[in-house]
């Protein structure tokens, strides 16, 4: 069968019409698209992110003295001010993804790209915030006592930092797996268009 | 009273052009309930992107390059939509039909076909269908015309081998 054969039938051809073709209506909609939902995730992150350290101050807003001296909730906070950060980041990388009207080699470029990135932020933010957690729960006792920390702390150094370093390597091969199951295959086959555009 | 304007004239364009879209999804989606999810989400990426066209290129050209990037790239939650398949053979036709509906037949096993290539080869197959330029392909998938032409005769090819036994 030859191609050009029925290019008179392709081009005459209606029965693809999709049963919905009214524009306006289609236009109120909003997009589903991967990364839309992206974008959503992020918003609820950033929103959530905002809220949580905002409700703890509220509780503790009678004693205001015990709320500033309280190193375990501003780390917190500081903690929650850093995935705000970062998921403010990613928003704006999605949003520089979801621009379509560039040439298709170019916009597939530009997919892989910024989700390499992504990707390699989400790694280094996750180690800077086990690092965060680690360092904290090492210095905290030395300012206030705490009874878990304490209990902790009587464990021998060296028992710790073992445990420290299984964290990170199981963080690792954790966030990899996440990683390779979230965006893996779709970043795979992205990379596959933009081979075959070579 | 601008919006208005600007609603009306790209209503006006995607009324003129949507045959084309409905080839866009007719290629990438397979069933009519993704096709129709497709048309949708092109027409709002069109919408989105809209207030950005300046007019610099022809709006068919601009039509297309949205429509392929949708399809290509911005639809990932469905599993049978924008995949690609190893290659098998295409099923013979049952019977022996009148000109029209020879032609019609052969057409839905070419599509069946076309499924089996991957996206970026989905795209060429259906500019050239369209009869677009080997410049206007340029302009839309940013491949060089040489490029473009070695391409499509590996692709004719292709489609030879999978539809040789119709």
Redesign the interface.
Known sequence: ???D???Q???Q??S??????D??E??Q???????A?LKKAFRKQIVFMAIIPAYFIMLNVDDLHALSNNVILWSYIAFCLGVIIFSYYNYRLVNKM???????????EQ?VNLLERSMKWKKTALMAALLFFILLIEIVPYFQHYRMLDKWHSVPAAIRYVVYAGLFVLQYFANTWVNERRYGR?LK??K??VK??Q | MQKLEG?KE??KH??QH??ML??V??VYAYS?AD???L???I???L???YP??KGDSKIST?LY??A???A??????KKNLVTSFEPTSIPEPAGVYDQEHC??E??Q??YQ?IEQL????K?I?ML????RTYLEME?????GQGNLRVKMNRI?EK??QL??N?
């Open positions: 069968m030859e191609l054969d029925l290019k039938t392709w081009n051809n209606q693809t019409k999709p049963l919905n073709t524009i306006m289609l236009i909609h909003k997009s589903y698209g991967p990364l939902a979801e621009g379509m009207d560039n040439l298709v080699k170019v916009n597939l997919q779709h086959y992205l596959e268009l075959e555009m | 609603e790209f209503i995607i009324s949507e045959l409905y080839k999804c007719r009519d096709r129709q999810d048309f949708q989400e027409v709002i990426q919408w989105k992107a950005k066209f601009w390059r949205v392929i990037n949708t290509i790239s911005g639809l990932r939650k032609q019609e052969r057409l096993q070419m076909a991957n996206a970026v080869e795209a197959v050239y269908m369209e009869d302009e839309i998938l940013g491949l004719k489609l030879r539809t040789k119709y």
